[in-house]
């Protein structure tokens, strides 16, 4: 038997409170997490509903300056890209050692 996990995540690049430097996380999303995202897109799962959430879910971070998502809802993947190449590559070079990228 086969079981397939489909995850909904949020890559983000911010700053954090303490010190106040440049850091990188990645959420992992529940279901309530993907249903009140939903809820700030007054239905659906767009740019500025992630935002929202962040805004208000992302603790660990003073202020967010990009981020990329996957998140699962139903059957489809909505997949919200980085703004930029660059927060792109400053997230990698934040999360993964020089060896690994």
């Known amino acids: 038997m086969r079981y397939t996990m489909r995850t909904s995540l949020i890559d983000v690049l911010g700053v954090i409170w ?3 430097v440049p850091a990188a996380s990645q959420l992992t999303l529940t279901n309530h997490d ?5 809820m700030h ?41 980085w703004d930029s ?3 792109e590559m400053t997230y990698g070079d934040l999360m993964c050692s020089s060896e690994e990228w």
């Open 85 to 87: 190449e660059d927060n």
């Open 18 to 20: 303490m010190p106040p």
């Open 34 to 38: 993907v249903d009140t995202i939903r």
């Open 41 to 81: 897109g007054e239905g659906r799962i767009t740019r500025e509903s992630v935002q929202s959430w962040l805004d208000t879910h992302a603790a660990d971070f003073q202020s967010i300056t990009d981020f990329c998502a996957s998140i699962e809802s139903g059957n489809d993947t909505i997949d919200i890209p």
